[in-house]
């Protein structure tokens, strides 16, 4: 008698009934916003994606919800991507605090509900106000800088050609009034350019700027709370060029300046100082090099020690980063080379010194095309150099630096191919590591460096010029201490170009932003504000 075989298979499937089934819940594996995001435009869909196609039938408006204030909306899904998306019927509300739920209502293919309801919030943006043209001259205007007074008072100064050359202007708005006249604060029959700006602790204003006639000077001029514009004053004073002056105000309020003078035949590195309510010291070449010196830069630390960066040119295929630092009442030390790159150019350094007395050190390296770290910790030696770009095959560059309050070093930079650059960001917190690259900006346009600040509430500000409207405007994004970066706003809304932004904090934690923007033959200075701070 033959033995036929067994039908396994049947058996297999058709055994214990429920063997195989599933019983596993899905997940929700992202969401957009992410949990935490701040600065959400106010037209954003809401979206979860799942970890396994649902039951469409279960995602619904009474399964997805979103509230914060009253929200209506429709509900979507999509089998292919497994994503939910809630689309408002009407744009949220500013600065406001949105939570999307979803119920355990919402089930697989399976009929496997959600383990428990999943939540994630997320705030808009804050209502940025529409830009003012507030250089508003006949002429062109260039170079903003701009400050935040201690009552809320925003300082800005700019080059402008009203009178057929470059003069250094000031305008000033307070928190609750409109922008000031126009003032031409170097008023000289000679060219004004490059101004810096800062301000000290009782709110009076330092200015510096390049004076041009027979030759280049550096120029002073001081602004007490509610008084003019003092006379200005010649700090170089000498017959040969004088240039990139850079100034930092310490916390008994002296005034340190630095700046390129080519007086001795090669370009090197002078300092000069001014205590609160005296008068300016006698230039001093710190640099004191056979070779030319360049970019300084200057902070001082809460010991009252001054530091100074700049870059040596060493050679035509050799620049580097040097250092000297001068203690109260004793001298600067010898220069050091703290980037020591043979091979390359290391120029363009920036510096920030740290509650501990910590001085950190950026810097672009040319031929790496890198952004590049060192640091020293009060009395001890400068680490070696690290690379905080680390983006091989491509360029990086043109970046800027703060500090915030808990000591953590934030840089911001450009980076990728000239059309398609994008804003980079890293950190590093005190005693540790620099966190990896993110890009900030993520549009498929060019993307410019764009400086960055951090508030009292701990909550980072960047803006940037981007070409992703066609011409170039004005964006902005934020991120909170240890939550992602926002989505990138426009603040400029441009119907031409916009660029060279800069911006301030006041002591509310209300973001303020001047840039450069082009009208039809001329250029002037723009500027808006948030209206309500994000952040706090």
């Known amino acids: 008698m033959p033995t036929w075989p067994l039908a396994k298979a049947a058996c297999s499937s058709c055994g214990i009934r429920g063997q195989g089934a599933d019983t596993t819940p899905p997940t929700v594996v992202s969401t957009s916003p992410e949990d935490g995001a701040i600065n959400v435009p106010i037209d954003t869909v809401v979206t979860a994606t799942f970890s396994e196609r649902m039951d469409s039938s279960t995602v619904n408006t009474n399964s997805f919800t979103l509230v914060g204030s009253a929200v209506s909306g429709t509900v979507t899904y999509d089998s292919d991507t497994y994503a939910a998306t809630f689309t408002p019927d009407t744009d949220l509300d500013y600065d406001h ?30 209502v940025w106000s529409p830009p003012v043209n507030m250089s508003n001259t006949p002429g062109w205007g260039w170079s903003a800088q701009l400050a935040a007074g201690s009552s809320g008072t925003v300082h800005v100064v700019w080059a402008d050609d009203t009178l057929g050359k470059p003069d250094i202007y000031y305008a000033a708005k307070s928190s609750v009034g409109s922008w000031s006249s126009p003032v031409n604060i170097s008023n000289t029959s000679a060219w004004s350019w490059e101004p810096q700006l800062a301000i000290d602790s009782s709110d009076t204003l330092h200015l510096v700027w390049r004076e041009d006639e027979d030759d280049r000077e550096v120029y002073y001029a001081m602004k007490s709370r509610g008084d003019s514009w003092s006379t200005p004053v010649n700090i170089s004073n000498n017959r040969g060029t004088s240039e990139q002056a850079e100034l930092c105000i310490d916390s008994f309020d002296t005034v340190h300046l630095v700046w390129v003078d080519c007086t001795p035949g090669n370009c090197e590195i002078y300092y000069a100082a001014k205590p609160a309510g005296g008068s300016w010291s006698s230039p001093i070449n710190i640099s004191n090099t056979a070779s030319g010196s360049g970019a300084p830069k200057v902070a001082v630390d809460w010991f009252g020690i001054v530091h100074v960066v700049w870059y040596e040119h060493l050679s035509d295929a050799n620049d580097d980063i040097y250092y000297t630092a001068k203690p109260t009442g004793g001298s600067w030390s010898a220069p050091v080379n703290i980037s020591d790159s043979p091979a390359h150019n290391s120029v363009s350094p920036d510096i920030v010194i740290d509650s501990s007395g910590t001085v950190h050190v950026v810097w672009e390296e040319w031929g790496k095309w890198d952004i590049y770290y060192v640091a020293k910790p009060r009395g001890g030696s400068w ?154």
């Open 97 to 126: 605090e949105y939570t999307a739920t979803l119920s355990t209502a919402i089930t697989d293919e399976a009929g496997n509900p959600l383990a428990e309801p999943y939540a994630w919030s997320f705030t808009t943006c804050g």
């Open 383 to 536: 680490t070696a150099p690290v690379n905080i770009s680390n983006s091989p095959g491509t360029f990086s560059d043109e970046f800027y630096m703060c500090l915030d309050g808990s000591d953590t070093v934030h840089v911001t930079w450009e980076e990728g191919p000239w059309g398609n650059a994008e804003l980079y960001y890293a950190s590093r917190r005190a005693g540790a590591s620099w966190s990896s690259p993110v890009n900030v900006s993520r549009t498929p346009a060019q993307s410019w460096s764009g400086p960055i600040v951090v508030d009292g509430a701990g909550v980072a500000h960047v803006v940037w010029a981007d070409k992703i409207t066609g011409g170039a405007d004005i964006y902005y994004a934020s991120k909170p201490d240890g939550a992602p970066w926002s989505s990138p706003v426009n603040i400029s809304m441009s119907p031409q170009y916009a660029y060279a932004p800069r911006l301030a904090i006041d002591n509310n934690n209300s973001v303020h932003v001047v840039w450069l923007g082009y009208i039809p033959q001329k250029l002037d200075s723009k500027y808006c504000e948030t209206l309500t701070s994000s952040g706090t």
